[in-house]
């Protein structure tokens, strides 16, 4: 996540509870870190649509990718 | 079968051929085994197609000439179950299905198979020869694969035009083609984006010491970048690209360095010796003299359009090139256009990936240009975002070692 922000010119929170809105954490940036996350498991996600309307916070994503890596 | 009919002048049967080093004319060509018509010749070298072609041209065959890899079993059955024998390298014929009455002077070409299998499209040796002005005196590099529209467009100008010789390009010689083509004083070339992209990035000097008059591109779209890099090697030659396929035959043909061609182009009056060229959507429409045999009328060419400010920019196929990054739009062919605006980019191909929450993002294969050192994608990110829309900018970009290339010259980009 650190990596998107990085390279959008930005920085990352050290607080979980940050508001993805508020840091400018947008979706593309969601979206780009997913790609990473495949590209880094070499495999496809499935992403689960419904649950993604429940990230709001850093804490949010970080725990989706877990999620997704433990799937 | 033999010796009946002779389908167009052959002004340019003295002309030099050069095929496997050795320097030959049309007329001292090898002579092919008689073959049957209709006839499907499947070839392994470029010697046995241009004699497959002048048997064509001299005796008025029905011919359909292919490499042997792009025909396989499936449309061996079909041609055979159409009409065709199959005429393979070693000389072996395979008799037709079907016994028919030959179509004199006919000679079909394969399309490129981009939007699935390829398709039979009829032509002659006239429609064919869209090139009838004269010209002056030139040695063509030949680097197509045999029986596509490329190949006979440079084929066909060899042979109904004086002064017009051809060296012949095998595959295995493709990365070393400048060589061939200094020691034999190759003045003109016509390739692809990627085949001269292949050349440049291999070694600019060996290619710059081509004598060339006359570059031309086609096949591909083509960018502003490539035509580019093209003049800055060779500043006096004329650049030209031409958009062409089997349907349409060769439909616009751009000489001023730009890419694109001129909006005025477009819904102009008809008129015999011109295609019409118009755009339904974002797609090209063509109506040509120069098209294949029963397709008159506007041709949907599956092509996809955009407006650069008076020009008119073919950024790629209709299906794959428009990306849709949640609800916002972008051509593929643009970001590619973009990529390869940098300098530190040799070639780029772009396409979308799945991704969440947006649907698509735009994602980059790139080859870096090895003689301005190393490139990051941040770099080409930051590159882009001052260039691209958001969503335009590739967030994932992989480096390549080589320029992928295909038998076409293309890559599929």
Redesign the interface.
Known sequence: MGEVMTAQGRSLPAEDTADLREIGFRSLDFSELALRVEDELGDELNFDAPGLRRIATVGDVLDFIEQLQSA | MTGRRRTTALIGDDNTVVVAGKRLTWRTLHKLPQLPSPAAVLVDNGADALAALRHHAVHGTELLVATESRVDERMREELGESGFAIVLPDGAVTLPRLKRVEESGRAWLLTSGSTGRPKRIGHTLESLTTVTADQPPRTWLLPYSPGTYAWWQVVTLSLTQADQGLVVIEPHELDEWPKIAAEHGVTAASGTPTFWRQAIYRDADALAGVPLEQITLGGEPVDQAILDQLREIFPAARISWIYASSEVGASIVVHDGKAGFPRSWLDRDPHPERPVLSVEGDELVIRSPHHGAGLIGPIHTGDRIEYDGDRVLITGRLDTDEIN??GSKVSAGVVRNVLMGHPGVSWARVFA??????GR?V?AEVVPNRSLGPITD?DL?QWCSTRLP??GVP??IKFLDQIPQKETLKSDV
């Open positions: 990054v949640g990936r799945k991704a969440p929450l947006v993002m994602a941040a990110v958001d969503y967030r994932r």
